[in-house]
């Protein structure tokens, strides 16, 4: 027994069955007609008078029509009718005993496919049904396939018209004879305006000269042009002028020759181009904005060190050849990390920015402003005459700076730290001319910062030594080998000790004793300053407690990084919680640059510190930039003169007048001031008679140990005692 596979038989695609409608009054006529059909896989409905099949033909689909003419209700000329005046599309076949001519005639004029006479042969009856059904299956597949053509050639001019590209057709003496509505949008013009002119019109001479054949291309296959990149014309209209003009595009060309068989011979014959032009200004700017970002910071648009490195072997290629210098001059902004850490990345950017366009002011025509990265910057001075050009042009960048910048609401100061370095003196690449540059601004970081400097072969000794001594910073922060001393404070108004400055040691393994002046400077770049600081508050705040003297003050120096730091203020409180000391224990000694970092931040920092009972005090007042309206609204309790007003008092009365004033406007503003390095009798007299009477240095004496420095607080009366002479200096004397 055969047995079918159901998912062959399911693929076999299944004949339709036809729908036909038998109308006809007579009963057994239709029945008869029914098996008949049936026999045959039609499926038959039937209708006795014109009025039911009517019916029919609303609530069925129906494939055909056999029709008697003679019914009693509606006859078959009425249906017919009534399917025409409807636009019924239904293949009717007429089997009838009314045949005479005019009946035949009027069947076939109302649309019959076919006349049967009754009674009819049951073959001649099939076969016209067959008949008219298959031409039927056919005029609707030729329906079917002119719609599909219909739609296929809407949906390709959609397309054409709708492609992002320009799409022609050249005849074969290259006038144009398509274009595509794209044209307007990419090149501005009108299909009208270009139809049958000369395709030349579409770009300069030059371009036709450089691309004869690459619009009107007759090659094709594998030697047609593909993405060849051509200038066209764009037309543009002048806004401030009735005129129009011509705009050069990047357009990227594929075209190909369009050929024709010719119906005699057989040949090829070319009829024409075919091409694609493709508007390529979006693609061209990306290319032109990854080129600069390939050799430019992205933050201030400068010169990278890319193309520095191009532009200097260029320089030097020519300064070799003409037997001129290149200078090299390396930039580093001085405390810029500290507004970078205190303020947000936003206002550093702001400000670096600013810092740069300020900077290209001092450039010479030829002259390379470059971004390292950072706050670090390069300035190349090709074709110098001699040393002193490239001092002259660090000189007017040191001075650009001086002014405050005025970012997001904040005045910010900032100074700059310049290295020089020469070519042929002290390098012959970029690179040697950097590192040298560099080191002789680090030198400069070491000695005060801003300034400038030329490099020398002993600076590359110092760096090594610089380096080793960071390193060691690192080890000496793990160690403990960083310690404090004390010097005093008198007040010699009452020949009193009123305290002492807290002063940072490191006692290197191998070095010896350092002082601040030796790496503080390093450790403010590196970072470790915020850790000694913290160290140097612990050991302060353990001493106070031990010494257990709540009217003793000490003061410690805190630089702007630490000021700064984020966590500073929290830092103070739970160490004074922690010791059980009273904050007006504590004096903080700042200088004028560092309340100045930031206005609106410091003031909020040193109010907190004051409501804390820490006293603030500026140190080396007179040496920054402060303003008396600044200082007024800082909680300010104590300045500190600067030890080069000091030094003026002995055999500079001119100088020492400064002196004056500033005890002078101190007393004006309820502020304590206090001489730093005091060395001279001279000194002493001089500060004592106009009222300032606290006082400390070498003449009082050197900062001393812990051990001293409790000594002198548990026996004030030994340790102060008057000098010989008759002269009413203190002197602190070493126990016995």
Not at 514 to 543: H, M, T, W
Request: aromatic share 6%; charged share 20%.
């Amino acid at each position: 027994m055969a047995i079918s596979n159901p998912e062959f038989s399911s693929s076999i695609p299944k004949k339709k069955i036809h729908t036909i409608l038998a109308i006809d009054d007579k009963p057994d006529l239709l029945t008869s007609m029914q098996s008949l059909l049936s026999l045959y896989r039609y499926q038959v409905l039937t209708a006795s008078g014109g009025h039911s099949a009517i019916n029919t033909i609303r609530t069925n689909t129906i494939d055909l029509i056999i029709l008697d003419l003679k019914m009693p209700d509606l006859n078959g000329h009425q249906v017919m009718d009534y399917l025409n005046q409807n636009n019924i599309d239904i293949p009717v076949v007429v089997v009838s005993g009314e045949s005479s001519f005019d009946a035949v005639t009027r069947a076939l004029k109302s649309g019959a496919h076919d006349f049967i006479r009754k009674p009819y042969v049951a073959e001649e009856l099939l076969n016209a049904v067959k008949h008219a059904l298959q031409e039927r299956m056919l005029v609707n597949e030729n329906i079917a396939m002119q719609e599909q053509i219909k739609h296929s050639e809407h949906l390709h001019r959609f397309m054409v018209n709708n492609s992002p590209d320009i799409i022609y057709i050249l005849d074969q003496h290259g006038h144009i004879t398509y274009l595509n509505d794209s044209t307007l949008n990419l090149i501005n013009y009108e299909k009208t305006e270009l139809i049958g002119k000369h395709f030349s019109q579409l770009t300069s001479e030059d371009e036709l000269r450089k691309h004869p054949y690459t619009i009107n291309e007759r090659r094709k296959g594998s030697r047609k042009t593909r993405n060849c990149e051509i200038q066209m014309k764009r037309k543009v209209q002048y806004s401030n002028i009735e005129k129009t003009g011509t705009l050069s595009v990047p357009f990227e060309i594929s075209s190909m020759g369009i050929y024709n068989e010719d119906p005699i011979t057989g040949d090829s014959v070319f009829a024409g181009s075919y091409g694609i032009a493709r508007d390529i200004t979006a693609r061209k700017q990306a290319e032109s904005v990854i080129r600069f970002q390939a050799y430019h910071d992205l933050l201030t648009g400068l010169p990278n060190r890319s193309l520095l490195k191009d532009r200097t072997s260029l320089a030097i290629s020519q300064g070799r050849r003409n037997n001129h210098k290149v200078a090299m001059i390396f930039l580093d902004l001085d405390r810029f990390k500290i507004v970078n850490d205190s303020l947000g990345h936003d206002i550093g950017d702001q400000l670096l920015q600013a810092v740069s366009r300020r900077l290209q002011s001092c450039l010479r025509e030829g002259d390379t402003l470059s971004r390292l990265g950072g706050d670090e910057f390069a300035l190349l001075l090709p074709n110098i005459a001699e040393q002193q050009d490239a001092v002259s042009v660090a000189e007017k960048m040191l001075h650009v700076l001086d002014s405050a910048f005025h970012v997001d609401g904040h005045d910010l100061h900032l100074t700059g730290s310049l290295g020089i370095a020469l070519y042929p003196d002290h390098g012959d690449d970029m690179e040697t001319l950097i590192k040298n540059a560099d080191l002789a601004m680090y030198s400069i970081k070491g000695n005060g910062k801003n300034g400038l400097t030329i490099y020398t072969s002993e600076m590359s000794k110092a760096q090594l030594s610089r380096i080793s001594l960071e390193h060691d910073m690192h080890t000496a922060l793990e160690k403990e080998e960083f310690d404090v001393v004390y010097q005093p404070m008198i007040n010699a108004h009452t020949d009193t000790l009123k305290g002492f400055e807290a002063l940072v040691r490191w006692h290197h393994p191998t070095d010896g004793i350092l002082y601040p002046k030796d790496f503080l400077s390093i450790a403010e770049e590196n970072g470790c300053i915020i850790p000694i600081g913290e160290k140097v508050l612990d050991r302060v705040c353990s001493d106070i407690k031990r010494w257990n003297n709540p009217t003793l003050q000490i003061s410690m120096n805190i630089s702007a990084l630490q000021v700064n730091h984020h966590g500073f203020v929290d830092m103070l409180t739970s160490y004074l919680e922690h010791y059980g000391i009273k904050g007006s224990q504590i004096e903080l000694d700042i200088t004028e640059n560092t309340i100045m970092s930031d206005h609106i931040q410091s003031i909020e920092k040193l109010k907190q510190l004051s409501d804390l009972g820490i006293t603030i005090a500026i140190d080396d007042f007179g040496s920054g930039y402060s303003s008396l309206s600044h200082l007024h609204s800082f909680p300010i309790n104590t300045l500190k003169l600067d030890k080069s007003f000091i030094e003026s008092i002995d055999g500079k009365p001119k100088e020492a007048c400064i002196i004056n004033a500033i005890i002078a406007m101190a007393n004006g503003l309820n502020m304590n001031l206090i001489a730093e390095g005091v060395e001279t009798e001279q000194q002493y007299h001089y500060l004592r008679n106009l009222g300032c009477h606290q006082m400390q240095g070498h003449l009082f004496s050197e900062p001393v140990s812990y051990n001293m420095a409790e000594y002198m607080i548990r026996h004030p009366e030994s340790s102060l005692s008057a000098i010989s002479l008759g002269s009413d200096i203190p002197i602190l004397e070493t126990p016995q």
